[in-house]
């Protein structure tokens, strides 16, 4: 069993749903979503980098993510289940997000 400081050092998974397909790969802990996803060869959409803009925005069906900076999602976004993949990093072990919705 991990104890709680090894459980925060350990690399997530994201379950990715994407153009019909789904991927799933290794989220390194302290990296930013739109990083691993753009690492791992995914074509997904982003332009600031900042979380300025929302182009990056996705739906969150599982897990917990926080995000560093959040200037466009307001709280009913938020409860739909919407990120900003530039600015989220990993709360969980395990997170899905979903592109095709």
């Known amino acids: 069993m991990l104890d709680?400081?090894?459980?925060?050092c350990a690399d997530s998974s994201i379950v990715v749903k994407l153009e019909g397909q789904q991927h799933k790969i290794?989220?390194?802990?302290?990296?930013?979503?739109?990083?691993?996803l753009l690492d791992e060869g995914l074509d997904v959409p982003?332009?600031?980098?900042?979380?300025h803009?929302?182009?990056?925005a996705v739906t969150k069906?599982?897990?917990?993510?926080?995000?560093?900076?959040?200037?466009?999602?307001?709280?009913?976004?938020?409860?739909?289940?919407?990120?900003?993949t530039c600015q989220a990093l990993s709360a969980s072990a395990a997170v899905e997000i979903n592109y095709d919705e």
């Open 4 to 8: 709680e400081a090894s459980e925060e």
């Open 26 to 36: 290794r989220w390194p802990r302290g990296t930013k979503l739109l990083d691993a």
């Open 46 to 51: 982003f332009a600031c980098r900042e979380g």
């Open 53 to 56: 803009c929302g182009a990056c």
């Open 61 to 84: 069906a599982r897990g917990a993510v926080e995000m560093e900076t959040n200037d466009v999602l307001d709280q009913s976004d938020l409860d739909d289940g919407l990120i900003l």
